[in-house]
């Protein structure tokens, strides 16, 4: 038995999508984009949302729609994807990297409030592993000093914090669709706000700054047989960052799956807890709580990590690793800023599979592995 890390959920609804823009011939950005970012606002509950390629061009946008005066500071948590800690980059902003609560994984308010200066122009939470953190205080703190906040949604799809959808605490929410998240366009996100006029701009930003569309000059061109047509205007600075058709197409079939999905995960990672219960050389990484309703991965701190995964590799059970701190990469070594939590349990964590399309049997499978490696580890302890 092989068994995946991830693996997309995808078949038939997908297809059938798929086949309809194919039976429109137009793949581009267009109707299906719109339909698409209406409905997943209307899914996360908030008045605004504009589709893009990646969730890493979210991000981008996101931080540029502040027009912060470059130079300044943005706290981003020293325990996340590149793609976070880039943002602030793109827009000539400097990344300073905050340490992360030991228990969640999520910005460390405590180290938040020792890392802040009059310098920081904004706050970028991660919910790492669809974990809330404390959100709500985060923000709060925030407000206090007048920091924007950004949240980094890409291991969350409609997960809940205190009854609220995560993603709305902030000022922006960025949702990845990358093949590997909660849910899939192949490559895509989402920019998601309460702030209708802060959005409208980052429309013609993702589209390399037009104040139209081609499929919005189709579509006047259809209506008044103008033959100013082919007019549009620059406003800004823009990117080629739009998404398009196809992708909303996988999008819309997805978005209908996703409740399903997301309660496959939980499901899963609860068997998982129950397996490892008895367990005493790993645990889980993350307090898993069913009211959050959105969890993309599953991760252990185990000690011995590097054997674990060794083990399980020969088990044919993929495993992965989320994340070495940043500031131990070459190129953020320079922004190294003290964040003794990240550096100390980064080297147990271990992700094991979680994809709402594995099987009991395989759940089963890893379990047993886990159990067995926790045995003969805990002879070498
Ligand atoms: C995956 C990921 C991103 C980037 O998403 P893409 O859609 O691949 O650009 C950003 N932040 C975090 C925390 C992620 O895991």
Not at 194 to 203: G, T, V
């Amino acid at each position: 038995m092989k068994v995946r890390l991830f693996q997309p959920n995808i078949g038939k609804e997908e297809l059938d999508g798929i086949k309809d823009v194919f039976d429109r011939a137009w793949l581009g950005v267009g109707p299906k984009t719109k339909e698409f970012e209406e409905a997943f606002r209307s899914f996360i509950g908030c008045n605004s949302s504009v589709g893009v390629n990646s969730c890493t061009a979210a991000l981008h946008l996101a931080v540029s729609a502040f027009k912060f005066q470059k130079g300044k500071k943005v706290l981003v948590p020293n325990l996340t994807f590149v793609a976070t800690a880039m943002a602030p980059l793109y827009n000539g902003l400097e990344p300073v990297f905050v340490d992360v609560d030991e228990e969640t994984l999520c910005i460390s308010l405590e180290d938040l409030e020792k890392k802040y200066d009059k310098d920081c122009v904004a706050v970028m939470p991660v919910h790492f592993g669809g974990c809330p953190g404390k959100i709500d205080e985060v923000v709060a703190f925030a407000k206090s000093k007048n920091l924007k906040v950004i949240e980094d949604c890409a291991h969350t799809a409609g997960g809940k914090y205190k009854g609220k959808t995560i993603g709305t605490f902030g000022d922006i929410g960025c949702y990845s669709f990358e093949e590997k998240k909660c849910m899939t366009t192949g490559d895509g996100g989402m920019i998601c706000s309460d702030d209708i006029e802060l959005l409208n701009p980052l429309r013609h930003s993702r589209w390399v700054g037009m104040n139209k569309d081609t499929w919005q000059r189709e579509n006047e061109n259809l209506k008044n047989k103008s033959t100013s047509q082919w007019y549009y205007e620059i406003l800004d600075l823009g990117y080629k960052y739009n998404m398009n058709d196809l992708m909303a197409s996988i999008g819309l079939a997805q978005l209908k799956k996703l409740p399903e999905m997301n309660k496959r995960r939980i499901e899963i990672i609860f068997k998982y807890l129950d397996g490892i219960k008895e367990c005493k050389t790993l645990k889980s990484a993350l307090p898993y709580d069913k009211n959050v309703k959105s969890y993309w991965m599953f991760m252990l701190r185990v000690k011995n990590r590097d054997r674990f995964i060794e083990f399980m590799r020969n088990k044919d059970i993929a495993t992965g690793v989320h994340y070495m701190p940043l500031t131990l990469h070459p190129f953020f070594r320079s922004y190294e800023n003290n964040t003794p939590i990240a550096y100390k349990v980064w080297s147990e964590f271990v992700t094991i599979p979680l994809h709402s399309a594995l099987t009991d049997m395989e759940v089963d499978y890893v379990i047993e592995s886990i159990c067995e490696f926790d045995k003969l580890n805990e002879r070498e302890i």
